[in-house]
Every structure is written in C-alpha cells, then in structure tokens.
C-alpha cells in the first residue's frame, strides 16, 4: 500500500550563469559582468518546491563524487529535503549546465547531463521500497526513460500517485502514460506530443483527449499566464491564473507541480490543489531564479484569500 509524503524522481543540475555584453566569438575571451551559481535541474526543482510548501519530501537522484554534488546535498538538507536517496556516481560529473546570458536577453546553454544519466533502471530497483513508501512520486524527463518507466511501475504497483511532467518534451510510450495518473505538459509540450493545435482552451482540450485516450489518468495543460485547464474522462475545467507581475518564469512549471502534489496530498480536491498549484506557480515568477522565489505555503495561502477578498470588494 501507498505511504505518505511525496517521492521526486529526477535531475539535480548545478547552473553556472554569466552575463556577457555580446556573446563570445571562437578564439575570442571577454570580460564578463556577473557569475552566479544556481541550484536547477527539474527533479531538485520540484523536491526543493515542494519542501518549501511544508511537504514531506524526498528527492532519488544521482550526483558525481565532486563539490557541486556535495553542495547540492547541503541545499537540499537545508531546504528540509531528505537527500539519503542520492547516488554518488565516482566516474561522472554532477549534471551542470553553463548559461551565457547577453545583455540583449538571448542565451546560450550548454548542459551536461553527467550522473543524471545514470538514474537508470537499476536506481529504481535499489529504490524500490522508498518508491512504494510514497503516497505521490513527482517524475519528469531529464534523466533516462528505463529509469523514469521503472520508477514509475514501483510506485504504481504500491498504489502511489504518479504525477509526470512531460520536461523537456520526448514521445510517450503509451506504456508510461498508462502509469501516470497525471501528466502536465505547458502548450509547446502539449503540442508536440499530440501534433495538434492548442492555442484556445477547446483545442487544447480535444489534445489532452489524446492524451487519456493513449491511457494518461488526467491531463493537466499548464497555460502560462492563462493558468491551467483539466480533462479527465468525466469531463473538463479551466482554473485561471493569479494576476502577478512576472519577472521569471524559469521552473514555474516545476513550482506549479510540486505545490499540485502537496494540495492533493493535504487532502484538497483537485480543482482546489489546481488553484493552489496556480498561486504557488505564479508567485514564483515574481522574483529571478529557479529556485530562489519559491514560496512556503502562508505566500501561498495569503495569496488565495487576498485574491478571494478582491473578487469580493469588486462585486460590492
Ligand atoms: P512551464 O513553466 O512548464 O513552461 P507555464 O509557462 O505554463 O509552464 O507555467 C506554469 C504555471 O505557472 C502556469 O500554469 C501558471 O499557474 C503559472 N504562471 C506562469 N506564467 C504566469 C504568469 N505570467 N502569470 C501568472 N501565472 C503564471
């Protein structure tokens, strides 16, 4: 049987940013105006998300035998994450990924997928016990398909909640999304997975009937600043967004996940973990960085009620 607390399955990325006047030409070196290094990757996105929201979290990933993956360790015990999942790998690198950024806002990313490529099937099997001990398992997919699939048949099999983020897009075997009680694609993913159009909420929703015809339990389209639209077999609703000023939207999907996991798990009803999931997401644009304007779950709270009372004074 299903436990408690929410499983992340996936990526832990280290982001080492510099901003450039004017991206660097071959044989050419420059000044550059600013380094910052950022914890990212999707997986450690969603567990340190999902912590900050008071959630019981923890995160099975893969990092290299080097300072990154210690730093990494260190964050995520400071967030609350319970990191005695983490595989040190001694002949990879941790995943890093090097961002240039111009001053005209264009950047240029290399990343290095270094030990999450070896969250592989194996990891599931060594795992398999704290998988099943999850009532939630947040997955997506920046680490290897036979690892995610394994993963996701562990913690089904337990009855665990399987909530997948299509991220970064590849095709679904309709086995894994047979696994998958939810799946969050945003637009583009959803269009790439399904080839159709999805600019209005009628056409996204016949996209997401794709989607369960091809054996997803629900799907949850993530719209931006539209908010998000669910379609299930019995039906179809749109949860609109929170009016936020957005400054960065990096792992607003990641947020939006993770805070979808925790309302359900705190016993919310879907359209009301939507809402939640929605709040939480939009907040985190308010601010730079991934990981940085994540909110604890009073933001969130108080965001909902202030929104409510809003709504209220307007109808008076
Ligand atoms: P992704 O980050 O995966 O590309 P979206 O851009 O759809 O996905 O963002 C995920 C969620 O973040 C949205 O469903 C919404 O709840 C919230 N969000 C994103 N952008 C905005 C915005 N400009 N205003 C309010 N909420 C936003």
């Known amino acids: 049987m299903a436990g408690h607390g929410i499983s992340v399955w996936g990526s832990l990325n280290i982001d080492l940013t510099v901003r450039v006047q004017a991206f660097v030409r071959p044989g050419q070196t420059v000044p550059g105006q ?12 969603q567990a340190v998300a999902a912590a900050r929201l008071g959630a019981d979290v923890r995160m099975i990933a893969c990092v290299g035998d080097d300072l990154y993956g210690e730093m990494y360790r260190d964050v995520l015990r400071r967030e609350g994450v319970d990191a005695s999942c983490l595989s040190i790998k001694r002949d990879a690198s ?7 950024v111009e001053d005209s806002g264009e950047n240029r990313i290399v990343v290095v997928a270094g030990a999450n490529a070896r969250l ?18 947040l997955m997506q997919l920046e680490t ?4 995610v699939l394994a993963a996701a048949e562990a913690a089904r099999s337990a009855g665990v909640t399987v909530i997948m983020d299509p991220a970064p897009v590849r095709p679904l075997d309709e086995a894994l999304l047979r696994l998958c009680d939810y ?27 794709e989607l ?3 054996g997803a339990g629900a799907v949850v389209n993530k ?8 379609v299930d ?17 990096t792992a607003a999907g990641d947020t939006f996940n993770a805070a979808l996991a925790v309302g359900l798990d705190g016993g919310m009803s879907v359209r009301e973990a939507l809402r939640f999931a929605n709040a939480a997401a939009g907040l985190s644009t308010t601010g730079l960085g991934a990981q940085t304007a994540m909110p604890d779950w009073n933001s969130v709270e108080d965001t909902i009620r202030y929104n409510k009372l809003r709504k209220f004074i307007q109808h008076l």
């Open 34 to 45: 600013s380094f910052h290094t950022f914890t990212g990757g999707k997986g450690g996105n």
């Open 94 to 100: 941790t995943g890093t990924a090097l961002i240039e």
């Open 120 to 137: 592989t099937t194996a990891a599931a099997v060594r795992y398999s016990e704290v998988l099943s001990q999850s009532a939630y398992l």
């Open 144 to 147: 290897p398909m036979d690892g």
């Open 183 to 209: 799946v969050t694609p945003n637009e583009t993913e959803l269009q790439a997975l399904t080839g159709m159009p999805v600019g209005t909420l009628e056409q996204a929703e016949r996209a997401c009937r």
């Open 212 to 214: 369960l015809a091809r």
């Open 223 to 230: 719209r931006g600043a539209e908010g998000a639209l669910y």
């Open 233 to 249: 077999r019995d039906g179809a609703f749109h949860v609109p967004a929170f009016a936020v000023k957005a400054v960065d939207t």
